[in-house]
């Protein structure tokens, strides 16, 4: 909120004029634009996937189940560059660098875990013999889950896209190895900006964004004790 060009604490005055530079310029609306776009995208791919993963995984106890809940795990675990550098070689050679695809199918395997975790604690406490109630009325497996068991969990399923939409909008390492031209995404245009000069639009970004996701916690929160 300074209204210097320069960061400085305390600001010698207060100003507005860098949010007014961030929503006046379309360089970086076209960012803001991909990012959201791509978080709407990764959160249309990975909830389903991984509603689906997390019935399976609560539904079995087989070795091969507990090995793939893993595996789908790791994106948590693996230092995030390593990821990055991984998907950029496999990018590198099927040609998704710097397209729309990449970015969404890199962000839906990062969003994953959040989804799954998320849906796997609201299935623990679901009372499964609802769903095999209705099933044994002549229900198949498929629509026993959509009109009784999904009902009762939707704020799980709902906080988990949250959480994957936040990680897709946040995510920086590896939108500075995939990303570019029309495709940048606005963290990679702010670290970009950044190894050129300390703009003050930069910070304005940061607490928009800091906010935006600080606001949507709460909503996955609030849903969650509405549930409970």
Not at 40 to 54: D, F, M, Q, S
Not at 87 to 94: E, G
Not at 150 to 177: H, N
């Amino acid at each position: 909120f300074s209204g210097t060009r320069f960061l400085t604490f305390p600001p010698p005055s207060f100003s507005l004029r860098w949010y007014e530079e961030y929503f006046g310029n379309p360089a970086w609306m076209q960012a803001t634009r991909m990012s959201a776009l791509i978080g709407i995208l990764t959160v249309i791919v990975a909830t389903p996937l991984g509603v689906a993963a997390a019935y399976a995984i609560s539904h079995s106890q087989t070795r091969l189940m507990r090995s793939l809940h893993m595996v789908l795990m790791l994106p948590l675990i693996v230092p995030i560059i390593i990821i990055a550098i991984g998907i950029f070689f496999v990018y590198a050679k099927i040609g998704l660098i710097q397209t729309l695809t990449g970015l969404v199918l890199a962000n839906v395997m990062l969003g994953l875990p959040y989804v799954i975790t998320s849906v796997v604690a609201g299935l623990q406490s679901f009372d499964k013999t609802q769903e095999m109630v209705a099933r044994s009325l002549g229900m198949n497996r498929l629509r026993a889950f959509l009109t009784v068991t999904l009902p009762q969990i939707k704020a799980s399923v709902f906080a988990g896209g949250i959480f994957a939409f936040i990680s897709a909008i946040d995510e920086t390492i590896i939108a500075l190895f995939v990303s570019g031209g029309q495709y940048q995404t606005l963290t990679k245009r702010m670290f970009t900006a950044l190894r050129d000069e300390i703009d003050p639009t930069i910070a304005s970004i940061s607490t928009l964004l800091t906010a935006a996701s600080f606001i949507l916690v709460l909503l996955a929160m609030s849903g969650q004790k509405k549930t409970a």
